[in-house]
């Protein structure tokens, strides 16, 4: 059974960075593709970063594109995403999210199979 527990997160101004991580346990992490989604008040998670199991090859939403930056170590079983030059529009909650498919990464919430617990992530004007 996966398990992804996530840290980072916080109250930060715009203009800001922030780290969030998530570990993974139970299964084997390196071979899992991996994804962030956000959720902000009032709105639909989702898909904001994903990172393919292998050849760790990346995909961003338009949004966050340029100021955000997903990577993944295999020898931590931990997932990572690196949001710099933070907005507003970027408060929500964050979840990390495992696919066991190992095709292309997938940008809708029903391909993950497991889901980190979620952490509030709120940039101030």
């Known amino acids: 059974q996966v398990q992804l527990v996530q840290t980072g997160g916080g109250l930060v101004q715009a203009g800001s960075s922030l780290r969030l991580s998530c570990t993974l346990s139970?299964?084997?992490?390196?071979?899992?593709?991996m994804a962030w989604f956000r959720q902000a008040p009032g709105k639909e998670r989702e898909f904001a970063a994903g990172i393919r199991w292998g050849d760790s090859s990346t995909s961003y939403a338009d949004s966050v594109k340029g100021r955000f930056t997903i990577s993944r170590d295999n020898a931590k079983d931990t997932v990572y995403l690196q949001m710099n030059s933070l907005k507003p529009e970027d408060t929500g909650v964050y979840y990390c999210?495992?696919?066991?498919?190992?095709?292309?990464?997938?940008?809708?919430?029903?391909?993950?199979?497991?889901w980190g617990q979620g952490t509030q992530v709120t940039v101030s004007s």
């Open positions: 139970g299964r084997t992490f390196s071979m899992y593709n």
């Open positions: 999210a495992a696919d066991r498919n190992q095709g292309p990464i997938d940008r809708v919430r029903w391909a993950y199979d497991s």
